[in-house]
């Protein structure tokens, strides 16, 4: 294998345990260097074979202008809206990202927690600790319960993994045909496809939302679909803001037309936390750190160090979203 110059690009604010993690990953097999906001950007890409982009989010097209023997841009994240995908492929430079396996135990994490703090009107709870009044808000059993979870792929079946321990009813939706071992271990009550989206909805005690943020995905619970949920019914959301039409969610939050929310994720980040919806009892909100845990961070790292490695073999990149 021949060692390769790669260079890390760090999100101004986070590069820890991310980079960290991706520098351990690599070792001593390749030449790397982290970027350096204060220096010329040329001077830092010549020679440069492989790239990785934390979340995608940092690259500009004076970096890809400048990376011009780059045989890898590795995004150290798995979603790609905010990356300038249709330029760079102009150059012919392959481009891959983490999908969702490497986060998917950690979404699940956050998506449970979120089932079980508005089972138990937490924020409602703590309030009554603090004012000593005691043995209320009532809280839901989940035995019984259905879950809806659109979206059944990685992050979508550790959920189910983890909420059928709790006894919970598995509804799924997914557009491509799930694996006969996963049925099996997993052992769903329903999957279905788009079509079936409305009636998973309508049905679920709680709907959880496990997409990737596309043309087709974008609002995909919108207003008819927030009217179709039961009064009691919450909302989970940790996969991206947009799949979500948020004016709609927001009015049927404040009327009290839904049970409640979890929401990790926002159309606009950060969102304004001014607005009087994230400040009611039955909304949990958290600041987009669902996918944020060590595991996550050693899981991309390998992840990227793997195929900056198969480059310097010769091979191909896994998991190229350029293609």
Not at 95 to 122: D, I, K, Q, W
Not at 208 to 225: C, G, P, W
Not at 238 to 252: F, K, V
Request: aromatic letters at 6%; charged letters at 20%; hydrophobic letters at 45%.
């Amino acid at each position: 294998m021949n060692p390769l110059n790669v260079i890390v690009l760090p999100l101004r604010d986070l590069p820890q345990p991310w980079c960290g993690d991706v520098l351990d990953a690599l070792g001593d097999r390749h030449r790397v260097k982290m970027f350096d906001r204060d220096l010329p950007v040329a001077a830092q890409f010549a020679g440069i074979d492989a790239v990785i982009d934390q979340g995608g989010s940092v690259g500009t097209r004076e970096m890809m202008d400048a990376a011009t023997e780059a045989r890898l841009w590795q995004i150290l994240g798995t979603g790609f809206e905010h990356f300038d995908l249709d330029y760079i492929k102009a150059k012919g430079v392959p481009v891959a990202n983490c999908p969702g396996p490497f986060s998917a135990v950690a979404l699940a994490e956050t998506a449970m927690m979120y089932v079980l703090m508005l089972s138990r009107s937490f924020h409602q709870a703590a309030e009554n600790f603090k004012t000593g009044v005691l043995y209320r808000p009532l809280g839901l059993e989940l035995a019984g319960r259905r879950l809806g979870i659109i979206g059944f792929g990685a992050s979508g079946q550790e959920l189910a993994r983890r909420a059928r321990g709790f006894g919970m009813r598995i509804h799924a939706i997914d557009v491509r045909p799930i694996e006969a071992e996963i049925l099996e271990e997993l052992q769903p009550e329903f999957v279905g496809g788009p079509e079936d989206m409305d009636q998973v909805i309508a049905d679920s005690d709680f709907v959880s939302l496990h997409l990737h943020l596309n043309a087709e995905t974008r609002h995909i619970l919108n207003e008819h679909r927030i009217g179709l949920m039961k009064p009691s019914a919450y909302v989970i959301n940790i996969a991206r803001g947009g799949l979500i039409d948020e004016a709609a969610l927001h009015r049927a939050l404040e009327a009290g037309a839904i049970g409640g929310a979890g929401l990790d994720v926002f159309s606009q980040e950060p969102p304004d936390p001014a607005l009087p919806v994230y400040s009611l009892p039955n909304v949990v909100v958290t600041p987009h750190t669902s996918g944020c845990t060590d595991g996550t961070s050693r899981k991309r790292a390998a992840c990227s160090a793997e195929n900056v490695d198969r480059v310097a073999q010769g091979l191909e990149p896994l998991y190229r979203i350029d293609l």
